[in-house]
């Protein structure tokens, strides 16, 4: 695509973000600054797989893309058993938003033809390549946090978020971010509210690698 009209359609893309939540610009907002800054980089739960092998060593990484919106921070989101992190099972982008003096939300987006994008983290071109017309947002799945003495701690709307993996109907995520540790329990649930697929003693807990 033309550098150029890449650069258009991002313009129009976020100007209309911009008008449509009418809020702080990034630049001036530290708060949401800061809850980026303990997401992004790069994590792992390899100790916690260590002592105790039901859970599996994963590998998560999350970078900033789209700089140019100054109304929310966006990032790329990767996902992989360590062993194959060329292989990830999961491919993100999430929309950081500070709509409360300490609530914070992250809109959720799966990627169209999203193999292309494996490495982006580390690949300048496929990161330019990606634009936000190659994205769709998973809707009921925004996950909502509050803050509280340095820690984030929320999740996604009870049954809001729909899922059809492994015979699901919807999932569930709930989260707790603190300084260099990332906890996630993600499940799936059946139309009864049978758990059918996730952790059950609870979240995988993500270590900071850097």
Not at 73 to 88: C, F, G, N, S, T
Not at 141 to 161: E, H, L, P, R, W
Not at 203 to 208: D, E, K, L, Q, S
């Amino acid at each position: 695509m033309n550098s150029k009209l890449v650069i258009l359609l991002l313009s129009i893309f976020f100007i209309g973000c911009s008008s449509a939540n009418n809020q702080i610009t990034v630049s001036k907002d530290p708060a949401l600054q800061e809850f980026a800054r303990m997401l992004i980089g790069e994590f792992s739960s390899k100790e916690q797989s260590l002592q105790d092998t039901t859970y599996l060593n994963i590998h998560l990484s999350m970078s900033r893309i789209w700089d140019e919106d100054k109304s929310a921070i966006w990032l790329y989101v990767e996902q992989a058993m360590d062993a194959k992190r060329e292989k990830p099972y999961r491919q993100r982008v999430y929309k950081l938003n500070h709509p409360g003096r300490d609530i914070f939300t992250s809109d959720i987006y799966t990627l169209k033809n999203q193999e292309r994008f494996i490495g982006l983290q580390n690949d300048p071109t496929k990161r330019n390549a990606l634009t936000p017309d190659m994205i769709e947002i998973k809707d009921g799945c925004t996950v909502t946090m509050n803050k509280s003495i340095g820690i984030y701690i929320g999740g996604t709307d009870a049954d809001k978020c729909p899922s059809d993996l492994r015979g699901a109907s919807y999932a569930t995520t709930k989260i707790l971010l603190k300084e260099n540790v990332l906890e996630s329990w993600d499940q799936g649930f059946d139309k009864n509210g049978v758990q059918v697929w996730g952790a059950i003693k609870g979240g995988y807990i993500f270590v900071r690698e850097k």
